[in-house]
């Protein structure tokens, strides 16, 4: 999808993804359990925004339920309060409840509704980066190179930067960093406060005994993206995302050096059921500049991943394991006895 060359801006930045954990927790909030009219549980958790100068105070809202966190904020009026039972009514549309909404008041339910959002998805990402010399098109061949060309080097340099594994104490994603039982070096960088790993198929442990690479496919095989950098340029257009076997990889950016070693030119491919996702590659697909490079690739590939998140493959089984963590819960919290019944109906800004 091409498109007029825009500002890569990130969907579902990280500070939309990460009420509870940036807003709610370490400040003084409220948690309620309840369950809708089906039976099936939720969880509601509500805090007033810190107040500055130039800021009217307002409640930040979260909804937790089987089909995801629904999240608003409303605004605050110490004249004018408002009960949980209106904010679910209102805001909602859950006006009927089989069970009444009751506050929560152990400490643990802080981890439990982390644990939920983390199943949002991804914070931080690890992308697989797969070098393919010219008339490779197989994973078999791809994965077997054990060092990149000059071109390839020099693309590394742009995503990222080379670390050390051993006692890396930053987001590792996956790779060991104890005993360099997955290579002693990779690449890292964070962007607007994601941190991406990348696994570089060179750069992992190379097997002469295995022609499948076993090893390098372990980690590469579970990423939802991959990079593929050839030294081809024609195979820009000719790259077949099925020679890269894995049931989890959706989105494939695969980049070449321009013939005349100025810029580099690019293609997206992704699985049919992944949602549209920007930013639109510019026409044509070249990036000259390699700090441009850099921020398309890396908004891209964020947005891939999370667009990746609402496909059927990944929803449901988002939605089954939600269900069974509020179930879980609901079980653990609706039990308490140690509250007052009077506690519930008051206004939240009372509290």
């Known amino acids: 999808m091409f498109g007029s060359p825009s500002t890569p801006i990130l969907e579902n930045p990280e500070y939309q993804t990460r009420w509870y954990f940036k807003y709610f927790l370490g400040k003084l909030h409220q948690n309620y359990v309840a369950a809708d009219q089906e039976r099936n549980p939720l969880f509601l958790s509500v805090v007033i925004s810190e107040v500055s100068d130039q800021v009217v105070p307002y409640y930040r809202v979260i909804l937790w339920r089987k089909t995801g966190a629904q999240k608003i904020s409303l605004p605050y ?28 008041f152990s400490p643990e339910i802080q981890k439990d509704l982390l644990l939920l959002e983390e199943q949002e998805g991804s914070v931080n990402f690890k992308f697989g980066v797969i070098y393919a010399r010219k008339g490779q098109t197989t994973d078999d061949e791809m994965l077997s190179n054990e ?5 390839f080097d020099k693309f590394l340099e742009i ?6 594994l051993k006692n890396w104490d930053k987001y590792r994603g996956g790779l060991d960093v104890k005993g360099n039982m997955t290579g002693k070096e990779s690449y890292y960088t964070v962007y607007a406060g994601h941190e991406v790993m990348y696994h570089v198929s060179t750069m992992l442990p190379y097997s002469k005994d295995n022609p499948q690479q076993l090893e390098r496919k372990r980690h590469i095989g579970n990423d939802i993206v991959n990079i593929v950098y050839t030294d081809d340029p024609n195979a820009i257009d000719t790259f077949n995302p099925n020679c890269i076997r894995s049931q989890f990889t959706h989105v494939f950016a ?27 590659l510019p026409c044509p ?7 441009t490079l850099r921020e398309f690739l890396l908004v891209k590939l964020i947005n891939g991943e999370k667009a990746t998140f609402n496909t059927p493959t990944f929803s449901q089984k988002r939605e089954r394991t939600l269900d069974a963590l509020l179930r879980d819960m609901y079980q653990e919290h609706s039990q308490e006895s140690k509250s007052n019944s009077m506690l519930n109906r008051r206004a939240l800004s009372d509290v």
């Open 77 to 104: 009026s110490v004249n004018k309060t408002m009960t949980i039972r209106q904010i679910l009514s209102n805001f909602f549309g859950l006006e009927k409840l089989d069970k009444a909404p009751r506050e929560v």
């Open 147 to 151: 060092k990149g060309s000059p071109g």
């Open 159 to 164: 995503l990222g930067e080379r670390i050390e």
């Open 254 to 280: 695969v980049v070449s050096t321009e013939e005349n070693g100025k810029g580099w030119r690019v293609a997206i491919y992704c699985d049919e059921s992944v949602p549209l996702f920007g930013p639109s």
């Open 285 to 291: 697909p070249v990036f000259e500049d390699p700090y």
